[in-house]
């Protein structure tokens, strides 16, 4: 039998066949990078064209002002720059995602009488409670089409001022570790 150098990390015991991953080429790197981004602006910018009047607009300036916050955050909080390029491209998947799945949701329960609700949940509903079902069900995508960005744009501030912060902080400590006498 051979003898396999391991890398200090594997346990040869434990994986007894371990091969390194070769790296990766930095143009699949890039386009795998540029295929997701891709993806989150043709479903931020498709997924608006099904929404009408006032959710297109919306979704459309409410989109475009998440990914511009996040150039701005990114541009001025260096460290945290892969990190927030990463969060708004999957908050914005995420988002969009889930307001096309509800808004298919609700137009399914929009066609079905207070009768056939009330068949399906063995009790007899009606047909204002079948209505005021459908009226949360569409409130709550608006709840979800204003608080996702709300919560974004908070996720930012705190990244920003946390990022903030700390230079302050390291750099009072600094200030004060170089004004101290030596020690003898």
Known sequence: MQDTEYPAHVDSRIHPHYQPTPARHP???GTRLGSGYAAAVILWLGG???FQYLGHTLIIF???GMWVS???AASMVREQA???AQRVKWVILGWMGFLLAYRFVITRLSNISSAQMGAALGINVPQASAMAGIGW?????FVILIGVPIYYGWWLAQTFFAHRGRQRVESRLDEQQRRRPPLR
């Open 48 to 50: 608006s064209a099904v």
């Open 137 to 141: 069900a569409t409130d709550m995508l």
């Open 70 to 72: 996040a150039a701005v």
């Open 82 to 84: 892969v990190a927030i």
């Open 62 to 64: 409410l989109g475009l």
């Open 27 to 29: 143009i699949e790197d």
